[in-house]
């Protein structure tokens, strides 16, 4: 039995519908008993910040799907290894590898890498770059119009599919030869925010406009939907050069067998969410 936590999210939920189609036991962690999880995929409620809630979720399981920044990530992975779980993917990001513990996104992924290296447990580490989601954060400007603000528009990534985050990590719980891997995972080109809302603009048949914000723009609206330490984080990351996500890697092609995903299948795949 493998074990999906996040199993709603972007990535998990891409995870629990690809092994199900592979024919593989899987059990799907949420936290709502109601959450919404595709045919034959066995359901567990329990809350990853309160590792005596897992029990039944960590039963028979052998290999588990996690996301970094639980609140006590060694006790969780203690209880999940004592349970008898063999092999641990955790979903990181590229931040990870900066080690930069006064910077607080940094930290969390950092923390939750080096807790997953020391639990005792084999594991497979997934860094991927900006995920394609994050497009979906414009829907409130969509629905009221054709213009999109984006905050840092000179600032290219390349962003990856969660179907592609998923494939990988398919293969890391499923395959041979992942343990103690670190997987750096991009999409197959780097885009500018305005390419992306073009792509989109295209897939929708509509006349999107992209606005770049200015710094003090972008940092006020940021802070109005986020903690300020992370708005910090992310204006070093993307004004200070702390991180650059506009390398396209090949790592999820190596591991896969196919081509990384491009936006334009994403937006197409996920147009009915606009």
């Not at 590792?51 to 039944?56: A, E, K, V, W, Y």
């Not at 039963?59 to 060694?74: C, K, W």
């Not at 979903?91 to 020391?118: C, F, P, Q, W």
């Not at 986020?226 to 708005?231: H, K, L």
């Amino acid at each position: 039995m493998l074990l999906v936590t996040g199993a709603t999210g972007n990535t998990g939920s891409e995870l629990v519908r690809e092994l199900a189609a592979r024919g593989v036991p899987v059990r799907a962690l949420a936290r709502r008993p109601d959450a919404d999880l595709p045919p034959g995929t066995e359901r567990a409620t329990g809350d990853l910040d309160r590792p005596d809630t897992l029990g039944h979720a960590l039963r028979d399981v052998r290999g588990m799907f996690l996301l970094p920044g639980y609140a006590d990530m060694p006790g969780l992975l203690e209880r999940a290894r004592e349970a008898g779980v063999r092999h641990v993917v955790l979903l990181s990001g590229g931040s990870a590898a900066l080690e930069d513990l006064t910077n607080a996104v940094s930290r969390y992924m950092t923390l939750s890498e080096r807790a997953v290296r020391d639990s005792g447990m084999s594991w497979t580490l997934l860094r991927p770059r900006a995920f394609m989601s994050n497009a979906l954060r414009w829907l409130p400007q969509l629905r009221a119009g054709d213009e999109v603000r984006v905050p840092f528009p000179d600032v290219p990534a390349a962003c990856v599919d969660p179907r592609d985050i998923a494939a990988v990590a398919a293969e890391a719980l499923t395959g041979e030869g992942h343990e103690g891997c670190v997987y750096e995972l991009t999409g197959p080109q780097s885009l500018l925010p305005a390419d992306q809302v073009a792509v989109l603009g295209t897939v929708l048949g509509r006349p999107l406009r992209c606005v770049g914000l200015s710094d003090e723009e972008a940092r006020a609206e940021m802070e109005a939907g986020m903690p300020a330490e992370y708005v910090e984080a992310f204006f070093r990351f993307y004004r200070g050069g702390d991180l650059d996500e506009s390398q396209v890697l090949d790592d999820l092609v190596k591991v896969t067998g196919r081509p990384a995903r491009t936006f334009a299948q994403w937006a197409t795949d996920n147009r009915h969410r606009f």
